[in-house]
């Protein structure tokens, strides 16, 4: 471990990197660190209580986001082609399987030492927020490596699926025991620290509340979490207290995003000006270059021209207008902000991820590659809530928070482009016959409209899977690049099939083949533990051939 995690863990108490053998790095117990004396130091140590690694990276090469380009493409790290295939991922990077999952546990230590001050300071009035701010980013940390560790929920077999430790107190040993419990508890801890922290949060002791669990990034993580816990009435009402009586005010206005200066499109795109961005998260993360379409980083494993033709950007969609199309100026017919394009390694993204460089030594231009995550938007949270509705079979009010999401992202009322309806939706996805038809998936012609195996829920044919199809179409434009494309992938139990398209040729759709498939009964959608976490004692997750009965598999 580096100078910098020892002087924090000293200060903080973060000791949860015990989870992967932390006795190694301790000479001393935490108890030696720096008294959390006042409300100045304890807010203080809130900076700290925000992952600076993110689950986004191994997410989204996960899922159905990505295809592979070729073994003859050479931009591509091992650590790349372990995720990609869903093997271990035991390779070493700034951004791997162990510096990931070690610091959302540092996070959490940071939440529960500032949880612990403040209680031993016999919790003052002016130290609620900061208590409510702890307590959402505990929340949140677990939930996110529910996402990446866990299988996704299920009512009923929830208490049969592995979780991951929930720490509610800072570590005071220096080599502890952990069990990871079950996917059920870790859910049920993750609504308990919402439900006491959201009702705390005050926007008003923030000077920039963007950087922050603000109300409405807290209220947009709850809705979230209680998305993928099914609760559809929850998920409603975090989302309006969100969004307002007319969401498309707050909303990403995607015509006015266009006109950003050339070279600061993805500097724009996470300005916290924007009413529409909830909230941000510094990382150390070079995801500026993996999701930057001028960059060859990870071209191997990237979104590419054959998934955009299909699938994605450049496929039929509900809301129609032109499709299989190849130049920017295809897109620009279609888009009120155009995803960037590149011939040479085939790569298409929406400017998202800014490229900072964090320079350490003047002199040989050394530093930590960085970036910033929007990690909620207000149109997330409005898809959101779309979602619950359907659920909930409210399609008018879901049809209205879609098309509401549509009108910024397309030039509706244009080239073909039209509002989403209820009678659209049920054509696009419900009548052969019509010219607008979306068919079902196949691996021979891919298409965005992908068979559907909820977990843990139903979905009945007709008019709610029509819904839920338009809905995951809009979800999935929306999210590229945010690695939340796998926990759909995972919820809705839909196969991902990994396409190498060595010999892809996009004009004529040629040249692609499924190498290998995730099934949606694979336990690899729960993603293997660090190496030496397991090294250190807690159990690993299963795999198939370990456990062919597993409740997941049946």
């Known amino acids: ?27 001393e117990l935490p108890d030696n660190r720096a008294e959390l004396d006042t409300s100045e130091k304890i807010y203080k140590l809130l900076v700290s209580a925000y992952p600076d690694r993110t689950y986004v990276r191994m997410c989204e090469t996960s899922s159905d986001n990505v295809d592979d380009q070729g073994e003859d493409n050479p931009n591509y790290s091992r650590l790349a082609l372990q995720n990609a295939y869903w093997d271990d991922m035991i390779d070493a990077e700034n951004e791997s399987n162990q510096n990931t999952w070690q610091q959302y546990y540092n996070a959490i230590g940071n939440a529960n030492t500032a949880l612990e001050a403040i209680e031993k300071l016999g919790t003052p009035e002016d130290l609620l927020p900061a208590k409510g701010e702890a307590l959402i980013c505990r929340a949140y940390c677990h939930f996110c490596l529910s996402m990446l560790y866990c299988l996704p929920y299920h009512p009923e077999k929830a208490s049969e699926y592995m979780g991951i430790p929930y720490m509610l107190a800072p570590e005071k040993t220096l080599n502890p025991h952990y069990e990871r419990g079950t996917l059920e508890d870790v859910y049920q801890k993750i609504a308990a620290d919402i439900e006491e922290g959201l009702p705390l949060i005050d926007d008003n002791v923030y000077s920039v509340p963007e950087y922050h669990f603000n109300r409405d990034a807290a209220n947009a993580f709850a809705a979230r979490f209680y998305l993928n816990y099914m609760k559809w009435d929850k998920v409603i009402e975090c989302a309006n207290a969100v969004l307002g009586s007319d969401p498309s005010i707050v909303l990403r206005d995607w015509t006015d995003a266009s006109k950003a200066e050339w070279g600061r499109q993805a500097f724009d795109y996470i300005d916290p000006a924007h009413e529409f961005n909830l909230m941000l998260i510094p990382l150390f993360s ?28 450049r496929s039929p969609r509900p809301m129609g207008g032109p499709y299989d199309l190849y130049s920017y100026k295809s897109l620009d017919r279609i888009f009120n902000y155009q995803p960037y394009i590149n011939d040479n390694n085939q790569k298409i993204y929406m400017p998202k991820w800014p490229d900072q460089w964090q320079t350490i030594d003047q002199i040989t231009g050394v530093g930590y590659g960085r970036s910033t995550m929007v990690a909620f938007t207000t149109n997330e949270t409005l898809l959101c809530r779309a979602e619950a509705y359907i659920h909930l079979k409210d399609y008018d009010a879901a049809v209205k928070d879609m098309d509401a999401w549509s009108c910024m992202m397309y030039k509706v009322g244009q080239n073909g482009i039209v509002h989403l309806t209820r009678e659209r939706i049920n054509e696009v996805y419900g009548d052969p016959s019509s010219e607008n038809y979306i068919p079902e998936y196949t691996q021979e012609q891919p298409t965005s409209r992908k068979p559907i195996h909820p977990h843990g829920f ?20 929306e999210t590229i690049a945010d690695g939340l494309r796998w926990q ?18 996009d004009e004529d759709t040629e040249g692609y083949r499924v190498k290998e498939t995730l099934d949606y009964r694979d336990l690899r959608r729960a993603i293997q533990l660090p190496y030496d976490v397991i090294a250190a004692g807690l159990t690993p997750n299963p795999r198939n051939d370990d456990q062919p009965d597993h409740p997941f598999r049946q």
């Open 458 to 477: 139903t979905v009945e044919p007709g008019e709610q899977e029509n819904m839920i199809q338009c809905l995951l179409y809009c979800r999935r434009i």
């Open 488 to 505: 759909d992938v995972k919820r809705y139990g839909i196969n991902v099939d990994r396409f190498d398209l060595i010999n892809y040729v």
């Open 286 to 313: 070079a995801n500026g270059g993996v999701y930057n379409a001028w960059s060859n980083s990870w071209a191997r494993f990237t979104h590419t021209y054959r998934i955009s033709k299909q699938e994605t950007y």
């Open 1 to 27: 471990m580096n100078t910098r995690n020892i002087i924090r863990l000293i200060f903080a108490g973060a000791v949860l990197c015990s989870l992967a053998g932390c006795s190694k790095f301790l000479d």
